[in-house]
């Protein structure tokens, strides 16, 4: 059992929503037919191989349906030049000035923390604050579940204080506790299982419902954390939260995530995407708007 609250203090304050419903027919599992030729794959992975290919095939067909052709409908995208030079001087990909091994790869540590970022940058501190503070939990391995399970309350406090997150450290110590908690017994010590269906785009409005079952992550940690993990779910994108959403009106570009997300620059790369919006980010924290008008 993980340690969750101080010793010398009391309890502390502080419905799984159904999956998403996938639209694209399957047909159901049943038994194989009786072949008079012996097979080498078990009937049932032939079954499951068949299903996965013909799920591919159905995406690939949708795509080709739905979508245009990349070089057609790209050369008639709107352009804005100025997200070029944003990304390339700003756009750099959350969590890049960490430890973190793997920020492009939705592995359950890059998704840990990606929320703990979340929380720490949603908190009544500064950037800069928030950004060491995030950086030492990844530094004693938080954003690893086994660890952070295996942390007493003490040591969280300590390593919050070393963060230089000395305000609330004792609550928020706490709420990591009963963080790592949620994440084993709701979603089986990997938060890609809040997810509704990983093999399909899984509604945002509904991450975003699961996401505020999390003690300590409000509306506006929720918006930094879409901003920041959409490069890896990317069924998130294209988001853009309301303050960067300012700051790009500020600078003449378009503040509808949905039009920067088909426009050249962009062109619907949630990679892309997740860095213009943490350029957008800087540049408003770090008071750059100048150097783009």
Not at 30 to 47: G, L, V, Y
Not at 138 to 166: C, F, M, N, Q
């Amino acid at each position: 059992m993980v340690s969750t609250r101080a010793p010398t203090k009391g309890p502390s304050r502080d419905q799984d929503t159904k999956p998403a419903k996938v639209t694209s027919k399957k047909r159901t599992h049943r038994k194989t037919e009786t072949s008079n030729t012996p097979k080498k794959i078990a009937p049932t992975k032939k079954i499951k191989k068949k299903a996965d290919d013909r799920h591919s095939k159905q995406e690939s067909k949708s795509e080709v349906q739905d979508k245009p052709s990349t070089t057609d409908s790209k050369s008639e995208a709107s352009t804005y030049p100025k997200i070029d030079s944003l990304i390339e001087k700003y756009g750099a990909i959350p969590l890049s000035n960490t430890a973190l091994e793997g920020l492009q790869s939705p592995k359950p540590e890059t998704i840990l923390a990606l929320l703990l970022n979340a929380m720490f940058s949603s908190a009544r501190n500064s950037h800069d604050l928030a950004a060491k503070t995030t950086a030492t939990a990844i530094k004693v391995h938080y954003h690893k579940v086994d660890a952070l399970r295996k942390s007493s309350w003490d040591e969280r406090t300590e390593v919050l204080t070393e963060g230089g997150y000395t305000r609330y450290r004792e609550k928020r110590a706490t709420g990591l506790g009963e963080l790592v908690e949620l994440i084993d017994s709701k979603y089986d010590g990997d938060l890609n299982n809040l997810l509704p269906d990983l093999s399909t785009d899984s509604s945002p409005s509904e991450i975003r419902k699961r996401l505020k079952e999390i003690k300590g992550v409000g509306d506006v940690g929720i918006d930094i954390f879409v901003d920041t993990a959409q490069a890896v779910w990317p069924c998130l994108a294209p988001f853009l939260d309301p303050r960067s959403a300012n700051t790009a009106d500020a600078l003449g570009l378009p503040s509808d995530a949905q039009i920067l997300w088909e426009c050249k620059e962009i062109y619907k790369d949630p990679l892309r995407m997740c860095r213009l919006a943490s350029a957008l980010t800087n540049v408003r924290l770090d008071k750059r708007e100048g150097e783009f008008k």
